[in-house]
């Protein structure tokens, strides 16, 4: 049975699409939103967003390094199984329908190519990583290379033996290897036990600000189309690594992200996890003045013995503002949004956040706790 594929399209108060949008296959449904979130009542409680970004083909010129004109980023939103090579076969015929749909910059869930396999302990699943370059990368590097897309691609990485990562890999719209972010922030959780699999980014052992777009394992990109940072899942929660990224110089901030419910709690918290999920990422957007892209996984994930993960989706793009300028729901779908470097520059002048940062007091923040000890009674 032909899986049917959504596309949410960010526009402005308009259902149409650009004319040389071309053809979707038969089994695309398109969902053209006007506004999207953008223009959706308020008793959401989000601020007006009837300036959202209209979904059109970019005209940004080609040439390298070019990151002042509107970009167009793709955020794949789909499901994986035990299956690899369809899994990488399946994200491959999504990058080629994002890049159809006008996407430049392409971003893949996080570990796109297999199932979460965090889910338990277990020495075999080592088996999944692959070095970068590897297999994976090169067979994207080909893709990127024809359609003239950057693609983000976060898998598991095999370093050397005994050091695995969980990464992702940036190649340029060239099909040239940008480099690899390494995730710096390990969770462990009841079905999320990552500690086992991952060794963390090596903040300590990398470029100190010497070398330009790193910092203490933050790394930055200049694309073809603009200047990306990358970061993974579990940094979303961190402010700091928001911040340090946007000060190395990133427009958008993209979060490759593997997220779901526990079946048994979906009822009481499922809504509240997923809100907060959002919001504190919406917040990295303010606060730092670039635009958020994050794509989730869907789907439910077994797993022996227990109740499993149901991945819940929910991808977005923010902008500046945090107002949501593409987003979807639980399904399978493929968000396109535009970005203009224009909106950062011009919330900055209003918000200049990071012109009023207090540099000269903030080295309390590198202890982990400021307080006295607290006394059990």
């Not at 940072?229 to 929660?237: E, F, K, T």
């Not at 946007?246 to 993209?254: K, R």
Request: hydrophobic share 35%; proline share 6%.
């Amino acid at each position: 049975m032909r899986q049917q594929i959504h596309i949410a399209i960010a526009a402005r108060g308009t259902g149409r699409i650009s004319p040389n949008a071309g053809e979707e296959p038969g089994n695309i449904r398109k969902i053209i939103r006007p506004g999207t979130a953008a223009e959706q009542p308020s008793n959401r409680g989000y601020p007006d967003q009837s300036r959202g970004t209209r979904a059109t083909v970019s005209t940004v010129d080609c040439s390298p390094n070019v990151t002042n004109a509107p970009f167009t980023i793709g955020l794949i939103q789909d499901h994986a199984t035990e299956d690899v090579a369809a899994n990488v076969a399946r994200a491959e015929q999504l990058v080629r329908v994002a890049a159809q749909r006008g996407a430049q910059i392409i971003c893949l869930k996080e570990l796109f190519n297999a199932e979460y396999f965090c889910k338990a302990q277990a020495c075999d699943r080592f088996d999944l990583a692959e070095p970068i370059p590897g297999p994976t990368t090169e067979r994207m590097q080909v893709i990127a290379r024809e359609l003239q897309v950057v693609i983000i691609v976060p898998l598991f990485e095999r370093q050397t033996a005994g050091i695995y990562r969980n990464s992702a890999a940036i190649i340029d719209a060239d099909g040239s290897l940008l480099g690899v972010y390494r995730k710096m922030h390990i969770p462990d959780d009841p079905l999320f036990y990552e500690k086992y699999y991952f060794t963390p980014g090596d903040g300590h052992l990398d470029y100190h600000g010497e070398r330009a777009g790193e910092a203490n394992g933050f790394k930055t990109w200049k694309t073809r189309y603009a200047t990306i940072g990358v970061l993974i899942c579990w940094d979303q929660w961190y402010p700091e690594a928001a911040r340090i990224t946007t000060l190395l110089g990133a427009q958008v901030l993209f979060y490759p992200t593997a997220i779901g419910w526990h079946p048994a709690e979906k009822d009481e918290w499922g809504k509240a996890q997923v809100e907060a999920w959002r919001t504190v990422q919406r917040g990295h957007a303010i606060a730092n003045g670039v635009y958020v892209a994050s794509p989730n996984r869907i789907g439910h994930e077994d797993e022996p013995g227990t109740n499993g993960i149901t991945f819940f989706g929910h991808s977005f793009v923010a902008d500046p503002f945090g107002r949501y300028v593409a987003e979807a729901g639980e399904h399978e779908e493929i968000v396109i949004a535009q970005c203009d470097p224009a909106l950062i520059e011009s919330v900055r002048r209003n918000w200049p956040f990071l012109r009023d940062r207090r540099v000269d007091a903030y080295a309390p923040i590198l202890s982990r706790y400021l307080g006295t000890t607290e006394q059990q009674s």
